[in-house]
């Protein structure tokens, strides 16, 4: 099957899945962009009164998924090593499938994956933008597929998982381009959803090249974004909790980022995964870790918990931190504090 005629083909079976309740029109003169709303939209949105727990948002999207069929996933080791150091995004594990064309994947399902990117839009300072984090729950639905009947129904098993955390179809909007995209071996359709003006996530349909009956999706989202899209309320507030103003926020990430990489076993090293903890704890102060930053790990711990299984307790991670805060100021002294200009701030250059 030709990959324009595949791409077409989508938009088709997403037309019969959705029905007639929904309206298809192309958003641009070139024909190739498309968009799909419902026909009731247009009513004002009000958020839930109650903001529910990590806990909670978790075990709705695990009962909603599991009532379509789609059962709880073991996550990925946030270690990875091949081609990335560490895992950035739960679609790796369709990697034999799409990259290797082997009927095998690593994991399949509803997955809340935790994972580390660098790659998150940021301010004219370099400061992430609300919405974006250094580490987060990339809440996703990978799976290898038969048909493109089953990327479309997808879409709306997707849409009824929605409705369970508190959205309505009314004020959704999902577009996409009757274009095929190719990144080496693997070959894509992408449709991108908003609720009201934010974008929460993406549905994908992929295939490995040289062997397009290789097929599988990649729904995909972050935990932290669902929940402030469902909320609409202060994103600092959110994420961090009590301690949204205890530090700035590039501390903040830093310090929740660093919970997740130190509780997962990777310890701080030259290269490698050990480089980016060690990257990622160097935008903490190391006075901050000397007085203590015991309840905010803490805290984090027991957020990333709830996704992943974190074999390195709190109190150990605590330690991690404050034995690297010292060995840092010992390769930053003053004999030396001219080589810390040269330290890459958290953030910059390539994703990992």
């Given at each position: 099957?030709?990959?324009h005629?595949?791409?077409?083909?989508?938009?088709?079976?997403?037309?019969?899945?959705?029905?007639?309740q929904?309206?298809?029109?192309?958003?641009?003169?070139?024909?190739?962009?498309?968009?799909?709303?419902?026909?009731?939209?247009?009513?004002?949105?009000?958020?839930?009164?109650?903001t529910?727990?990590?806990?909670?948002?978790?075990?709705?999207?695990t009962?909603?998924?599991?009532?379509?069929?789609?059962?709880?996933?073991?996550?990925?080791?946030?270690?990875?090593?091949?081609?990335?150091?560490?895992?950035?995004?739960?679609?790796?594990?369709?990697?034999?499938?799409?990259?290797?064309?082997?009927?095998?994947?690593?994991?399949?399902?509803?997955?809340?994956?935790?994972?580390?990117?660098?790659?998150?839009?940021?301010?004219?300072?370099?400061?992430?933008?609300?919405?974006?984090l250094?580490?987060?729950?990339?809440?996703?639905?990978?799976?290898?597929?038969?048909?493109?009947?089953?990327?479309a129904?997808?879409l709306?098993d997707?849409?009824?998982?929605?409705?369970?955390?508190?959205?309505?179809?009314?004020h959704?909007?999902?577009?996409?381009?009757?274009?095929?995209?190719?990144?080496?071996?693997?070959?894509?359709?992408?449709?991108?959803?908003?609720?009201?003006?934010?974008?929460?996530?993406?549905l994908?349909?992929?295939?490995?090249?040289?062997?397009?009956?290789?097929?599988?999706?990649?729904?995909?989202?972050?935990?932290?974004?669902?929940?402030?899209?469902?909320?609409?309320?202060?994103?600092?507030?959110?994420?961090?909790?009590?301690?949204?103003?205890?530090?700035?926020?590039?501390?903040?990430?830093?310090?929740?980022?660093?919970?997740?990489?130190?509780?997962?076993?990777?310890?701080?090293?030259?290269?490698?995964?050990?480089?980016?903890?060690?990257?990622v704890?160097?935008?903490?102060?190391?006075?901050?870790v000397?007085?203590?930053?015991?309840?905010?790990?803490?805290?984090f711990?027991?957020?990333?918990?709830?996704?992943?299984?974190?074999?390195?307790?709190?109190?150990?991670?605590?330690?991690?931190?404050?034995e690297?805060a010292?060995?840092?100021?010992?390769?930053?002294?003053?004999?030396?504090?001219?080589?810390?200009?040269?330290?890459?701030?958290?953030?910059?250059?390539?994703?990992?």
């Amino acid at each position: 099957m030709e990959s324009h005629s595949r791409a077409h083909q989508a938009v088709a079976a997403l037309r019969q899945v959705l029905g007639p309740q929904w309206e298809f029109c192309l958003a641009d003169r070139t024909g190739r962009t498309f968009r799909i709303r419902h026909r009731d939209r247009g009513s004002p949105y009000i958020p839930p009164r109650s903001t529910p727990s990590w806990s909670e948002l978790l075990a709705t999207l695990t009962t909603a998924f599991a009532a379509r069929g789609v059962p709880r996933g073991q996550c990925l080791p946030l270690r990875w090593g091949r081609e990335t150091e560490l895992t950035i995004s739960a679609v790796q594990a369709l990697d034999p499938l799409l990259k290797d064309g082997r009927a095998h994947t690593y994991r399949k399902g509803f997955l809340p994956q935790p994972v580390v990117r660098f790659t998150g839009d940021r301010d004219e300072r370099g400061d992430l933008l609300d919405g974006f984090l250094t580490a987060f729950v990339n809440v996703s639905r990978v799976q290898p597929i038969s048909s493109i009947d089953d990327y479309a129904e997808a879409l709306d098993d997707w849409l009824y998982v929605l409705s369970q955390l508190g959205f309505h179809a009314r004020h959704m909007e999902i577009h996409g381009r009757v274009e095929v995209w190719q990144r080496r071996q693997v070959s894509g359709v992408t449709l991108m959803f908003n609720h009201l003006d934010l974008t929460i996530g993406d549905l994908v349909l992929l295939w490995n090249t040289e062997h397009p009956e290789c097929m599988a999706l990649d729904l995909g989202t972050g935990l932290e974004r669902l929940a402030w899209a469902r909320t609409r309320g202060e994103w600092t507030d959110l994420v961090f909790g009590p301690f949204a103003d205890a530090a700035p926020v590039p501390v903040l990430d830093a310090i929740r980022t660093a919970t997740l990489l130190l509780g997962s076993g990777i310890t701080p090293s030259a290269r490698g995964a050990g480089g980016v903890a060690r990257r990622v704890i160097a935008a903490i102060p190391p006075d901050l870790v000397r007085l203590g930053a015991s309840a905010a790990v803490r805290a984090f711990h027991q957020q990333w918990a709830e996704s992943a299984n974190l074999p390195v307790p709190w109190p150990a991670i605590c330690g991690a931190l404050e034995e690297e805060a010292a060995g840092r100021s010992v390769r930053t002294s003053p004999r030396r504090r001219s080589d810390a200009a040269l330290v890459m701030p958290l953030g910059t250059g390539a994703s990992c």
